[in-house]
């Protein structure tokens, strides 16, 4: 593997495993932010994510019904009075913090997802900003608001 296919291969992992923006990617891998959008684009990074996601939310899905099930089963043995069968048991206590990891990965995701999406484009107000910080151009309500007085 060439030094070019290995870069492309970490920033697909960052980008697409470990959730990381185009930003902190490129930051990571020294290289440009166009570099790491075009990557995102000719190699399509957004559908591996969003595909990643699925797999992780549906995880979590299998999980808790499994453990339900499980919980089910001991319910009725209980129930009957039979004894508990101490494989079941152990499983469902060895599951049960998994939930708790499996959640915080999938609230971390939704966030920078969210963020991500956040982040895209110029809105009104970020332009009427910089017209205003930087041009010098005052907003159109203050010169309104001017003009009344």
Not at 81 to 109: H, I, N, Q, S
């Amino acid at each position: 593997m060439n030094s070019k296919e290995y870069k492309l291969s970490e920033a697909e992992r960052l980008y697409v495993y470990s959730l990381n923006t185009i930003e902190e990617v490129a930051e990571r891998m020294n290289l440009s932010t166009k570099t790491i959008c075009r990557w995102k684009d000719k190699y399509d990074w957004d559908y591996k994510r969003r595909e990643f996601l699925k797999s992780k939310h549906s995880f979590h899905e299998e999980l808790y019904e499994l453990a339900r099930k499980i919980m089910k089963e001991i319910s009725a043995d209980i129930d009957t009075g039979e004894k508990v069968d101490t494989g079941r048991m152990y499983a469902l206590c060895r599951m049960l913090p998994m939930f708790v990891k499996v959640k915080d990965y999938e609230d971390v995701a939704s966030k920078r997802d969210k963020k991500e999406n956040e982040n895209q484009g110029l809105t009104p107000d970020f332009i009427a900003k910089i017209e205003e910080e930087i041009l010098g151009i005052p907003r159109k309500q203050n010169i309104d608001n001017d003009n009344q007085q």
